[in-house]
C-alpha cells in the first residue's frame, strides 16, 4: 500500500506562473487512476514517487519503507524505490533488444534467478518471437508489452503508469487494457496510472482521484465521481456538464424532494441537504441524462422547452445544443425520430439533479 | 628526391597517442560537466576550452614553465623516467593533448547531454548504477557522436605546429612532427618535399573528416 502526503512549489519565472502540488492520497491493490487535465501536476506525483524529483516536504510510504520524509530528511535514491515505472513513450533502451531489456532491469535480483524470471517474462507478455528485435523493429504493442513486463520484472511493489496509452490508435489502446487487466489478475502489484482521459478510468480504475491545479479535489470510484462531482470544477474537469443557474424555492426532507427555478421555468429535484430555501445554486447535470422530446401542448414536470441550434454527431451518437446554452446527449435512433420536429422539450430525471 | 617519412610517422604516433589521453580523461570531464553540480564547474568548463582561443605561443609557453626541467612536473617525470620530458616525443604528445581535449570534452558532453533523459530515468528506476547507467545506456546511446568527436580530436591533434615547436622543438628524426617538417621544408627552399608532405597531411585529414561525418547520424 501506498500512502503519499506531499508537497512541492515552483516559484513564478517570467515565462510560467508559479505552480503548488499539495496532495495526500494512498492507493491500495488494484489500480488507483490519477486523473485531470494537463498541467494539473499528475506526472509530478508520480516523479516524486519513483524519486525522480524531490519533493519540498511531505512524506512517502510504500507498505513499511519510507520512501522519502522531509522531516527526517529522507530522500531514497531511485534505485533503492523498488516501483516500477512505464513511461509515456515507453522509454525500452533502443539499443538493446527486448531481451535485453529485460535482462538489464532482472540484474538486480539474484543471479540464478535472472535468467528464468526473463523467460517467465517472456512467455507471460507473449514476447518469446519478438525477444531477439530491437524495440523499433517490433509492433506498438509488443513496445507496450515489453515496457510493462521490464517495469514488473524486479517484483516492484508498486507500478507507477504515465499516461502510457496517451496518442495510441483505438486497437492498440485496448490491446493496452487487455495488458492491464493481465497484470491486475497476475500480479498482486498495486497499480498507480495517471491519465487525462475519462474513459480510461472506467476502463481501469477501481479508484480514481480528480486532481486540479495541484490539488486533489475529489476521489472515489470513477462512477461515483461522476454521479456526484464534488464542485463546479469537478464538473468542467469531467467534461461537458450542463451547469444551470437556480433558485431553491421549496425543500421537503420528508418526501425527498424539491422545487427549483430555473429562469421562469421549475424543476423538481431531490432533497439538498445543507442548503437552505433562498440559496442560489448551481445545478449541474450531464447530457446523456437528459432526454428530449417532440413538443405536443403544454410543459409536463420537469420540463424546460428549447429551441435547438445544431445537431452534432459524434462517435456515441448525436449531441443536441439548444439555445438556452443545454446540451443533451442523444443515441442515433432516439434523434431520427425527433429531427423533423423544431419545437422541442428537454427532460430532466429530477433524481439525478446536483448541486455543484 | 628523397622524402623522409620518419615526420608522418611521428604524427600519426602522436595523434594516437593523445587522442587516446584524451578520449580517456576528456570522457571523465564530459560526464562530471553533464551530470555533476559541483562549485567551480563553470570555471572547469571555461578551462578546458581556453586553448582553443588562447595563442599556440601562450599555450606553449604555459607548457614550457608547467613540465619544463625546472618545473615539479618535469622534476618527478626525470626522477621517475631518468630523461627529460622536454623536447621529446612525448612532449609532443602533451602539446596535441592540449588540442584534442578541449574539442572532445565539448562535443562528449553535448552528446552525453543530448541522450533523452528518460532512458537515464528508466535505468536509475530498474535499479541500475550510476557506473552502469553510464557504461551501458548513456554512452552507447551516444556512441556515434563521441566517435564522431574522436576522430575530430584526432585530426585536430595531427596537425599542431605552434606548441609542440615550442615545448618539443624541431630536431628531425626524433621530434620532427610533419606539420614542423613542412614548415622546414619551406623554410629551407625545399618546395618539392613541403608538396607531397602538404597533400599527405591534407588527404589523412580529409579521410578522418569524412569518416566523423559518416559517424555522426545516429542510427537511432
Known sequence: ?????????????????????????????????????SGAGKTLVLESIAGFIRPDEGRILLDDDILYDGAARVHLAPQQRNCGYVFQNYALFPHMTLRENLQFAAERRPRLERHRRVTEMLEKFRLVESAGRHPHEVSGGQRQRCSIARALIGAPKLLLLDEPATGLDAPLRQEFYEALRQVRSEFETPMLLVTHDLDECF??????????????????????????????????????????????????????????????????????????????????????????????????????????????????????????????????ASYEILRDNRDLVIQFPGESLRIL | MAIDWFPLWLSLRVAVVSTGLAFAGGLWIAYLLANREFRGKDLLD?????????????????????????????????????????????????????????????????????????????????????????????????????????????????????????????????????????????????????????????????LILTLANRLSPSRF
Do not use: C
Request: glycine letters at 8%.
Open chain 2, 46 to 206: 571555461a578551462a578546458v576550452t581556453l586553448p582553443l582561443v588562447l595563442p599556440p605561443t601562450v599555450l606553449g609557453y604555459y607548457l614550457l614553465v608547467l613540465i619544463g626541467r625546472a618545473s615539479p612536473i618535469g622534476k618527478l617525470w626525470e626522477e621517475i623516467f631518468g630523461s627529460p620530458l622536454v623536447f621529446t616525443w612525448k612532449a609532443a604528445v602533451v602539446a596535441a593533448l592540449l588540442h584534442a581535449l578541449p574539442l572532445l570534452v565539448k562535443s562528449t558532453r553535448a552528446a552525453l547531454e543530448s541522450v533523452d533523459r528518460n532512458y537515464e530515468r528508466a535505468a536509475r528506476n530498474l535499479g541500475a548504477s550510476e557506473w552502469k547507467l553510464f557504461w551501458r545506456v548513456t554512452l552507447p546511446l551516444a556512441r556515434r557522436s563521441v566517435l564522431a568527436a574522436t576522430a575530430l580530436a584526432f585530426a585536430r591533434s595531427l596537425g599542431d605546429f605552434g606548441v609542440t615547436l615550442m615545448v618539443a622543438g624541431n630536431i628531425p628524426g626524433r621530434t620532427q612532427t610533419i606539420a614542423v617538417a613542412i614548415y622546414d621544408a619551406v623554410e629551407s627552399g625545399n618546395g618539392q618535399v613541403a608538396r607531397v608532405l602538404v597533400l599527405v597531411v591534407s588527404a589523412v585529414a580529409l
Open chain 1, 203 to 332: 476502463e481501469l480504475g477501481e479508484e480514481m482521484l480528480v486532481l486540479h491545479e495541484g490539488k486533489i479535489v475529489q476521489s472515489g470510484p470513477p462512477a461515483a465521481i461522476l454521479d456526484h462531482p464534488a464542485n463546479l470544477d469537478v464538473a468542467r474537469i469531467l467534461g461537458s456538464f450542463n451547469v444551470l443557474e437556480a433558485e431553491i424555492k421549496t425543500l421537503d426532507p420528508g418526501r425527498n424532494t424539491s422545487r427549483l427555478q430555473v429562469g421562469e421555468f421549475e424543476l423538481e429535484g431531490p432533497y439538498f441537504p445543507g442548503h437552505l430555501k433562498g440559496d442560489r445554486v448551481r445545478i449541474g447535470i450531464r447530457p446523456e441524462q437528459l432526454t428530449v422530446h417532440a413538443r405536443n401542448g403544454r410543459l409536463d414536470k420537469n420540463q424546460l422547452p428549447g429551441e435547438l441550434l445544431r445537431a452534432v454527431e459524434t462517435p456515441r451518437g448525436v449531441r443536441l445544443e439548444f439555445s438556452n446554452g443545454i446540451a443533451a446527449a442523444l443515441s442515433r
Open chain 1, 1 to 37: 500500500m501506498l500512502q503519499a502526503r506531499l508537497r512541492k512549489t515552483f516559484a513564478p519565472k517570467p515565462d510560467s506562473a508559479g505552480f503548488t502540488l499539495d496532495v495526500e492520497f494512498s492507493a491500495t491493490a488494484g489500480v488507483t487512476v490519477l486523473f485531470g487535465p
